[in-house]
């Protein structure tokens, strides 16, 4: 391996050099392209139920144009994915910048809880994970001829001894979740650290001194262990499974945020579209007449409480909540991954949010959808069979909900935002 120590006039010259090739440039606004794909097979993309969020918002008065620069910015970068790219590990990170798609992702949640003036800084934060990559290049290169074990040794002790980059449990804090925060805070989630690791393997490799294939150790959510790189010719079948690639990534990233902040945390499914149609079933009763304290035998006091706390404060308008969830960033988090990928599960975990916002003509548009384009791989999981059965409890209770004398469209669609519409 030809790895060296830089010089600092080579560095600073290489430094100006890369932060010019990597200026961003503006984007038309696009969707993912198989998101593209999924327009295409409904013949127009106007056939498609829009995604309401910052639509939304506006109608109730809140300013959405960081949030739409962001989603902006994250559809730039996605629509660079192809089907070739999309499925590279990162330690090779071609097509979209990863970097630059998890911090447009914060830029837009930043947006939706601060309601701040100033957007998010995302190139101040691309500056910082360059210089992270830069100090390791600058300082941390093994000699020439060193072998892989010893590169990825000083590139582990400079993450995680001298920089002191540690992992932290999500349900701990939300904010390792966000790249901005794990660079701020040096502490964040596996995929935050995978991402980082890969970002300085990208410089390096970049530089040209890396000739070896590189490949990287992305442990899941139940070991404890951090991401790791080794030889990709010395690894072993059980390693691939390990292995993340771009597209992944992001899905990773904005379904970790889906869970984090989905506003129904409780309930005995691991299914959050069950969480949400059971928390409306549990306030409601399974239909629209029925008694509450009639259904829901085999429920605990505890399940249910906890469902009817959750839609009171959806009706007050308390759309966040410490370890309760966040209605925005839930529906942010479900748009960008139908945009991303347009996963039917995705469409119908989304209706099931717009129901509790009080959206039902989208609600029904968007379970419509689900049940038009589904494609179950496994029609024998039982946990299939009662989200099947979810689907048809809540597209008849929307149906109802709109036969309804005196419901009213406009009056619905503005009440969930403008009743408290402020995080604090």
Known sequence: ??????????????????????????????????????????????????????????????????????????????????????????????????????????????????????????????????????????????????????????????LYVDKGFRRIDSELDARSLYLHSTLTCRSGSPTMLSLIYSEVLKMVRVTGFLDFDAEIYCPDSLEKSLPRGYDKKKSKISDETHIMTARSLIVKILKNLKDAF???????????????????????????????TTTNKNVSPMEIASAKAAQHRLQ??????????????????????????????????????????GYYEDCLKHLTLFEASQEREDKTNPINKLEDDAVNILKARVNLIMAEEGWNKASASTSYWSSNYEPW
């Open 316 to 357: 007050r308008g308390v759309w966040t909540s410490v370890r309760f969830g966040d209605m925005r960033r839930a529906l942010a988090a479900c748009e960008r991954l139908i945009l991303l990928h347009g996963d039917n599960e995705e469409v119908r975990d989304y209706a099931a949010l717009l129901y509790h916002c």
């Open 1 to 158: 391996m030809s790895c060296c120590a830089w010089s600092s006039s080579s560095l600073l010259e290489f430094k100006s050099h890369f932060n010019s090739f990597s200026c961003k440039t503006r984007r038309p606004f696009q969707c993912a392209p198989r998101a593209s794909k999924i327009a295409t097979e409904k013949k127009s993309s106007s056939d498609l139920p829009h995604l309401i969020l910052h639509d939304a918002l506006e109608a109730a008065g809140i300013d959405t144009c960081h949030a739409r620069d962001a989603r902006e910015g994250f559809c730039s970068q996605i629509s660079r994915i192809t089907e070739l790219n999309g499925e590279s590990s990162i330690a090779i990170s071609r097509g979209a910048d990863l970097a630059k798609v998890a911090l447009q992702i914060e830029a837009e949640d930043d947006s939706l809880v601060s309601h701040s003036s100033v957007p998010l800084p995302v190139s101040s934060f691309i500056s910082r994970l360059d210089d992270l990559s830069f100090g390791f290049c600058s300082n941390y290169l093994p000699p020439s001829g060193s072998s892989p074990e010893i590169f990825f040794g000083n590139l582990e002790r400079y």
């Open 262 to 292: 989905w506003p129904f945390q409780y309930g005995q499914s691991s299914s959050l579209f069950l969480r949400a149609v059971h928390a409306a079933n549990r306030v409601y009763g399974s239909s629209v007449s029925q008694d509450p």
